[in-house]
């Protein structure tokens, strides 16, 4: 999902999803408040989000995925490792 947008607009919608305003997020990028609002528009339109807030969800569930996803390959490592421990035992 964040690879269909730009660098810019990934970074606004990060910011977004922090709870960031756009004069906050400008502050943080050294941009002007407006400029961000085109960029979170932008990031809206392609991620076909409602507003601000449905744009901070699917950022933080996409989130939420890749570090379920990363949390069950070491779930997966950990056992690996315990049946070589446990034939190491025997």
């Known amino acids: ?53 449905h744009l901070a969800a699917l950022l933080n569930m996409e989130t939420l995925a890749a570090l379920t996803a990363r949390i069950d390959n070491l779930e997966r490592q950990v056992d690996q490792l315990m049946v070589r421990i446990t034939k190491q035992e025997a």
Not at 8 to 31: D, F, K, P, S
């Open 1 to 53: 999902m964040r690879d269909e947008l730009s660098g810019r607009e990934r970074q606004v919608a990060e910011l977004t999803a922090q709870g960031l305003t756009c004069a906050e997020a400008g502050e943080v990028l050294g941009l002007s408040g407006r400029t961000v609002e085109v960029y979170r528009a932008h990031a809206m339109i392609k991620l076909k989000a409602r507003n601000a807030a």
